[in-house]
């Protein structure tokens, strides 16, 4: 039975992978994988690993020299990882799809919420305030929601948009085609949007793909949805131009140096990240903490194909989920 190594989980990854304890042995960790938490994979053929953790290329040499054979993501994303570091001495497998319905609809929460000032409205009935002043919206009906990358979630947020009413703008640097929606350049979707959302992957080429030039391209008083990584978004340039008025507000599920924050309660030290202290202090911003993912149908999911592939890789078949360099 192949032993593995979890690094950075919660009860709700426990709880997840226990109907698969007689296929494979894990051994769990709440620690994120780093250069200093990498000792506690030695003697572990895998590891089971997350978004925040660090792979790079100093992570993989002592993965490797400690006999680790696989690095199991139980995400879609990879970013984190060196896969040229892994070539030839590591296999990395990910989860290309869980429920691509679980962060689309996430991302309409933040949408909703953003737009109809949930967060304020609430904080203001506890105190006993139900004044309405300052917290006005906008239909969404009608309006035009602009999506950035139509892969499976970017799909799924389309078809709910649509089912709002709304008018679909979409870019992608592969662009298909789907029935009521228009594609078109970063620019003019920028310029045309009531609402902005992200839903495509984290590569060299696109960080910060939303930078000072395409906020300040952004319509008066649109809405940025992030759902997706952190790394998309120059935080600082965000913060500059809500406080400056020209964005209606903002949502972010994702932060660009969210690693060592998110996931954790940091109650007790604080956040010492000055631009995410200042983004949550706006009344105009809501931050979630990475937490699109996660439904019990995602979790189940995920837990599911992370096992197929561990199991796959051991059986020596061939894996559709194989990443390469």
Same mark, same amino acid.
């Given at each position: 039975?192949?032993?593995?190594?979890?690094?950075?989980?919660?009860?709700?990854?426990?709880?997840?992978?226990?109907?698969? *304890? &007689?296929? +494979? %042995?894990?051994?769990?960790? /709440?620690?994120?994988?780093?250069?200093?938490? =990498?000792?506690? #994979?030695?003697?572990?053929?895998?590891?089971?690993?997350?978004?925040?953790?660090?792979?790079?290329?100093?992570?993989?040499?002592?993965?490797?020299?400690?006999?680790?054979?696989?690095?199991?993501?139980?995400?879609?994303?990879?970013?984190?990882?060196?896969?040229?570091?892994? *070539? &030839?001495? +590591? %296999?990395?497998?990910?989860? /290309?799809?869980?429920?691509?319905?679980?962060? =689309?609809?996430? #991302?309409?929460?933040?949408?909703?919420?953003?737009?109809?000032?949930?967060?304020?409205?609430?904080?203001?009935?506890?105190?006993?305030?139900?004044?309405?002043?300052?917290?006005?919206?906008?239909?969404?009906?009608?309006?035009?929601?602009?999506?950035?990358?139509?892969?499976?979630? &970017?799909?799924?947020?389309?078809?709910?948009?649509?089912?709002?009413?709304?008018?679909?703008? =979409?870019?992608?640097?592969?662009?298909?085609?789907?029935?009521?929606?228009?594609?078109?350049?970063?620019?003019?979707?920028?310029?045309?949007?009531?609402?902005?959302?992200?839903?495509?992957?984290?590569?060299?080429?696109?960080?910060?793909?939303?930078?000072?030039?395409?906020?300040?391209?952004?319509?008066?008083?649109?809405?940025?949805?992030?759902?997706?990584?952190?790394?998309?978004?120059?935080?600082?340039?965000?913060?500059?131009?809500?406080?400056?008025?020209?964005?209606?507000?903002?949502?972010?599920?994702?932060?660009?140096?969210?690693?060592?924050?998110?996931?954790?309660?940091?109650?007790?030290?604080?956040?010492?990240?000055?631009?995410?202290?200042?983004?949550?202090?706006?009344?105009?911003?809501?931050?979630?903490?990475?937490?699109?993912?996660?439904?019990?149908?995602?979790?189940?999911?995920?837990?599911?194909?992370?096992?197929?592939?561990?199991?796959?890789?051991?059986?020596?078949?061939?894996?559709?989920?194989?990443?390469?360099?």
């Amino acid at each position: 039975m192949v032993h593995a190594r979890c690094f950075d989980a919660k009860t709700y990854d426990r709880k997840a992978f226990a109907p698969y *304890e &007689g296929l +494979i %042995a894990i051994d769990y960790t /709440p620690e994120q994988l780093t250069k200093e938490t =990498a000792y506690l #994979a030695e003697g572990y053929e895998v590891v089971i690993v997350f978004v925040n953790d660090t792979l790079d290329r100093q992570v993989i040499d002592i993965l490797y020299q400690g006999g680790t054979r696989l690095i199991a993501l139980r995400s879609a994303g990879y970013n984190n990882v060196d896969l040229k570091a892994c *070539e &030839g001495r +590591i %296999a990395v497998v990910r989860v /290309p799809a869980y429920s691509p319905h679980a962060i =689309a609809e996430h #991302a309409l929460a933040l949408t909703l919420a953003l737009n109809r000032h949930l967060r304020e409205a609430f904080d203001r009935t506890r105190q006993g305030n139900f004044s309405l002043e300052g917290l006005e919206g906008f239909d969404l009906w009608g309006k035009t929601a602009g999506v950035v990358g139509t892969g499976r979630i &970017g799909r799924a947020f389309i078809q709910i948009c649509q089912g709002l009413g709304m008018r679909i703008l =979409a870019y992608d640097p592969f662009p298909g085609k789907m029935e009521g929606v228009a594609f078109t350049d970063l620019d003019t979707l920028l310029r045309t949007s009531d609402v902005v959302s992200l839903h495509c992957p984290m590569t060299a080429e696109n960080h910060h793909l939303m930078g000072k030039k395409q906020l300040e391209e952004m319509k008066q008083g649109a809405l940025l949805v992030n759902t997706s990584r952190g790394g998309l978004v120059d935080s600082k340039a965000l913060l500059a131009s809500l406080k400056d008025g020209h964005l209606g507000g903002a949502a972010l599920d994702v932060y660009e140096h969210e690693a060592g924050i998110f996931f954790n309660d940091n109650r007790k030290q604080g956040i010492k990240d000055e631009t995410l202290k200042a983004l949550i202090a706006l009344p105009n911003v809501l931050v979630t903490s990475h937490q699109a993912f996660l439904t019990e149908d995602a979790l189940e999911a995920i837990a599911r194909t992370t096992v197929e592939n561990i199991l796959d890789w051991e059986r020596q078949l061939p894996s559709k989920n194989l990443l390469t360099a």
